[in-house]
């Protein structure tokens, strides 16, 4: 069992900017990645890396505006949120994946462990 907790949220106007980061502990995992949740609790794919094959992927929504990273020795992810637009806004949430593959999988049901959202919201 992985356990995980997100961090680093806030309020910023459209164009800010915005760090998230999530720590892990218990069970490693192989990948990690980062969901938006809405009002109607739909979650939506927003970037994913593995640990240790230097994969990465984005939506294509937050490409060239958000960039993940990991330091694996601290056992930590982040989520660098620049150029924050209104539709950006929602709960964000720290995923953790088991499995393996040559693409980082999307869909919400591929993660085993979630942890508590932090709220992002960019106002017009």
């Known amino acids: 069992q992985a356990y995980l907790a997100a961090f680093g949220g806030g309020a910023v106007q459209t164009g800010g900017s915005l760090r998230l980061s999530c720590v892990a502990s218990g069970r490693s995992s192989d990948v990690m990645a980062w969901f938006r949740q809405d009002d109607g609790n739909e979650r939506t794919f927003i970037a994913g890396?593995?640990?240790?094959?230097?994969?990465?992927r984005y939506a294509d929504s937050v490409k060239g505006r958000f960039t993940i990273s990991r330091d694996n020795a601290k056992n930590m992810v982040y989520l660098q949120m620049n150029n924050l637009r209104p539709e950006d806004t929602g709960i964000y949430l720290c995923s953790a994946g088991f499995y393996n593959g040559i693409m980082i999988r999307t869909t919400e049901n591929a993660y085993d462990t979630w942890g508590q959202g932090t709220q992002v919201t960019v106002s017009s």
């Open positions: 890396t593995t640990w240790n094959g230097g994969q990465i």
